[in-house]
């Protein structure tokens, strides 16, 4: 089970930091996505972090965004810098028993149920 925390309402060029909870004793195994889906689009792959600590993140969010985990916490963050009304979306995590960090949806097995974050201009 994955649960989020940690969204809300900003303004543009403010902060916002997500964090993902997860229950069982394998969290260092997976592979840690956060998606997000925008009213009438697709659900599209923002960021993910390996079970090594490598990071992967789509263009549109690099130098603003930065994923970290901490498993003895079970838990993975998302640090949101910068803002932008085009960030207003619902944000998922997701978990994947992968090595690296996959981009598409399918490949993922766990996810939460969401997170509303609203970017205001």
């Known amino acids: 089970q994955l649960v989020e925390s940690g969204g809300g309402l900003v303004q543009a060029g403010g902060s916002l930091r997500l964090s993902c909870t997860a229950s069982?004793?394998?969290?260092?195994?997976?592979?840690m996505g956060w998606f997000r889906q925008a009213p009438g689009k697709e659900r599209e792959f923002v960021t993910g972090?390996?079970?090594?600590?490598?990071?992967y993140y789509t263009d549109s969010v690099k130098g603003r965004f930065t994923i970290s985990r901490d498993n003895a916490k079970n838990t993975v963050y998302l640090q949101m810098n910068s803002l932008k009304p085009e960030d207003t979306a619902v944000y998922y995590c997701?978990?994947?028993?992968?090595?690296?960090?996959?981009?598409?949806?399918?490949?993922?097995?766990?996810w939460g149920h969401g997170t509303q974050v609203t970017v205001s201009s």
């Open positions: 997701a978990a994947a028993r992968s090595g690296a960090v996959p981009t598409t949806a399918l490949s993922y097995t766990y």
């Open positions: 972090i390996n079970i090594g600590g490598g990071t």
């Open positions: 069982g004793r394998t969290f260092s195994s997976y592979a």
